[in-house]
């Protein structure tokens, strides 16, 4: 992958999207600024003295400071950028637009430019100057509200689900754009944000709720369309099972040594039969 990569990005997003385009073997160049650098360059735990934060997500990459709010940081990266195949930034949408290096002003100076921006909210709409983190993001999107136990509070996915994500898909446009490129010449913009990478992610529960109007619910460790799927406890520690079809249900079951559970038709195990069972007793009590 021959190409030159410039990113300006705070984490988590813009660094991912980042690593996604230098390990396949794009030449990406990280803008810091002066000072500490990227914040997430203190973040614990270290190793060897370095954030082992920081480089889960800056690896494959050169890093340059330049001040962009400075009239000769300014120029310096409109001279790089006047070059380069690839822009990444993941800040509020008028921020590089009031540095007076937007896409627009880049475009100009380079045509095949492709530039992308990844936000909280996207470039429109009534909330696209609001900053936004991943656990707001993970609020505001609902994944907070389908995460933990039925009745229980909201939780935050172990994880920077949003700004990963996010990150993945900036670079899937990034890579579609320099496709798009080889036969029209010209570059473009790539625009996606916490939010629509989140519900893009929400998936198989946003055409649930359009088929049956129900809100989704948390459902602890199983799922609402497949039973048995998920953790189970046993009586020397936890397993996990998954039977999306009966099939694996009848050899989870044989397995378990439930085959000749009463809940059965004509003598074979259904997995409707323990639906109700899932929350009422620990599933995998009789493999220890």
Known sequence: MESRCWTWAAPLAGPTCGLMLADPGADVVKIEPPGLGDDSREWPPLMNGESSYFLSVNRNKRSIVLDLASPRGKEVFLHMAATADVVVENYRADVMDRLGIGYETLRERNPRLVYCALTGFGRTGPRRLMPATDVYAQAFTGVMGLTGEPGGPPLRVGVSLCDMTTGIFGAYGVLAALNARHASGRGQLVDTSLMEGQMAFLSYLITSYGATGKVPEPQGVGHPSIVPYGAFQCSDGWVALATFNDRLWRKAAAGLGW????????????????????????????AS
Not at 259 to 286: E, I, L, M
């Open 259 to 286: 085959a000749s559970s009463p809940t059965t038709r004509d003598s074979t195990p259904t997995r409707s039969g323990w639906r109700a069972r899932r929350s009422s007793r620990p599933f995998c009590a009789s």
